[in-house]
T-cell receptor, first 110, second 115 residues
Framework: DAKTTQPTSMDCAEGRAANLPCNHS???????VYWYRQIHSLWPQYIIHGLKNNETNEMASLIITEDRKSSTLILPHATLRDTAVYYCIVRAGTASKLTFGTGTRLQVTL | DGGITQSPKYLFRKEGQNVTLSCEQN?????MYWYRQDPGQGLRLIYY???????QKGDIAEGYSVSREKKESFPLTVTSAQKNPTAFYLC??????????????FGPGTRLTVT
């Protein structure tokens, strides 16, 4: 699986959009980008995933650059409950595991 | 309720004892996984199973053992050979056999403390 690089931490004001970047410059053609988050002391929660096209669901949007070397997770209107560690994971479609890095610690503030 | 259950939430053991952590899912998922998380770190894969009666080692399998006798159950035994067993243990499951694009769903975890 390709490695990912994320900022260690970010802050976002409540109500604003949170844009979390992820660099995966060594991604290969069959690898998907997954995002999970882990709220303090709880278990990881799946957010979204994509291959080439931008994706949106009820939680977030995922923007993948045309060369697929980076992506951005967007939480459109961050709330205090979105404070968590966000993990960007690149995984081949036929792989069976997720390789978690240390993620980005997002702090949403009033 | 559908989901993944892990019990107990907190577990305390003396060094040198084996301990088994339970993981049960009623999602009818084929694949199940065990991860370990240390403070401030990401998750590391211990073992995974894609189908009943079959499982594979993950990145840090030494000192652990698993079984998969039933589709819904994937217990993890932390043996006395595991050098640093104190950690947060997370079980997950996903639909597909060969991974596909299926997301993994996690149980609430068991915090094991060995003294």
């Amino acid at each position: 699986d390709a490695k990912t690089t994320q900022p260690t931490s970010m802050d976002c004001a409540e109500g604003r959009a949170a844009n979390l970047p992820c660099n995966h410059s060594t991604i290969s053609g069959n690898e998907y980008v997954y995002w999970y988050r882990q709220i303090h002391s709880l278990w990881p929660q799946y957010i979204i995933h994509g291959l080439k096209n931008n994706e949106t669901n009820e939680m977030a949007s995922l923007i993948i650059t045309e060369d697929r070397k980076s992506s951005t997770l967007i939480l459109p209107h961050a709330t205090l409950r979105d404070t968590a560690v966000y993990y960007c994971i690149v995984r081949a479609g036929t792989a069976s595991k997720l390789t978690f890095g240390t993620g980005t610690r997002l702090q949403v503030t009033l | 309720d559908g989901g993944i259950t892990q019990s107990p939430k907190y577990l305390f053991r003396k060094e040198g004892q084996n301990v088994t952590l339970s993981c049960e899912q009623n999602l009818n998922h084929d694949a199940m996984y065990w991860y370990r998380q240390d403070p401030g770190q990401g998750l590391r894969l211990i073992y995974y199973s894609q189908i009943v009666n079959d499982f594979q080692k993950g990145d840090i399998a030494e000192g652990y053992s698993v079984s998969r006798e039933k589709k819904e159950s994937f217990p993890l035994t932390v043996t006395s050979a595991q050098k640093n067993p104190t950690a947060f243990y997370l079980c997950a499951s996903s639909i597909g056999l060969a991974g596909g694009t299926y997301e993994q769903y996690f149980g609430p975890g068991t915090r094991l403390t060995v003294t």
